[in-house]
């Protein structure tokens, strides 16, 4: 079974610019949730998809966009970088049946984003 | 709305002693809760879970934790620390209704430090 992965693990951005982030689900998941972790803090909801459509949203702005693929595999995107915007982003999959939703989330080891 | 509070953001403890990490949250729908650790430079792994069934839940490498709704808290244990326990920990809890998306809402985190 292969696990939650993601793409790159490091990236550093200069303010302003657009950075596209990537993951791939865990086998037989399909549901993707998106998470900001700043430094000495704990991971903040950014955005879930289901079914390639968004499934709620956490307190953060436009610019920060997603997409979840047929094969349940996931984008974050984020226009007009911030500095505030450095941060570890974490992607986590789980399983959602109709009617009975999936609980428990499975985290990949993050993308480390520095926006200088 | 939701939300965890992790009293205290770090504890040390001796090798061999006792861990206890506090978490206490706060929900209007009936809840689910996690304990997730996290070690350096790493993402999230879970160590156990409350999900309506026994209150006293066990998980991975020796961990507990008991649900107590009266006093809203899910209290993470352990009785012998190890020195490969020294990591971040986080405390999350998410909305347990059908319907919901599963977004999990963290606590700031605690670090523990094992003492040799």
């Known amino acids: 079974e292969t696990g939650v992965t993601q793409s790159p693990t490091h990236l550093i951005k200069t303010r302003g610019q657009q950075v596209t982030l990537r993951c791939s689900s865990q086998?037989?998941?399909?549901?993707v949730s998106w998470y900001q972790q700043a430094l000495g803090q704990g991971p903040q909801f950014i955005f879930q998809?289901?079914?390639?459509?968004?499934?709620g949203r956490g307190n953060f702005p436009p610019r920060f966009s997603g997409l979840q693929f047929p094969n349940y595999s996931s984008e974050l995107n984020v226009n007009a970088l911030e500095l505030d915007d450095s941060a570890l982003y974490l992607c986590?999959?789980?399983?959602?049946?109709?009617?009975?939703?999936?609980?428990?989330?499975?985290f990949g080891p993050g993308t480390r984003l520095t926006v200088t | 709305a939701q939300s965890v509070t992790q009293l205290g953001s770090h504890v040390s403890v001796s090798e061999g002693a006792l861990v206890l990490l506090r978490c206490n949250y706060s929900?209007?729908?009936?809840?689910?809760l996690f304990w997730y650790v996290q070690y350096p430079n790493q993402g999230l792994q879970l160590l156990l879970k409350?999900?309506?069934?026994?209150?006293l839940v066990k998980g991975i490498n020796g961990f507990e934790a008991e649900f107590k709704k009266s006093e809203t808290s899910f209290h993470l244990t352990k009785p012998s620390a190890h020195m490969s326990d020294a990591a971040e920990y986080f405390c999350?809890?998410?909305?347990?209704?059908?319907?919901?998306?599963?977004?999990?809402?963290f606590g700031k985190g605690i670090t523990l430090s094992v003492r040799p």
């Open positions: 986590a999959s789980s399983f959602r049946l109709a009617g009975v939703r999936g609980y428990e989330q499975y």
């Open positions: 086998s037989g998941h399909n549901t």
């Open positions: 998809y289901y079914r390639e459509e968004e499934n």
């Open positions: 929900s209007s729908v009936p809840p689910y």
């Open positions: 409350y999900t309506s069934a026994a209150t």
């Open positions: 999350a809890v998410s909305a347990r209704i059908t319907g919901a998306n599963s977004k999990l809402t």
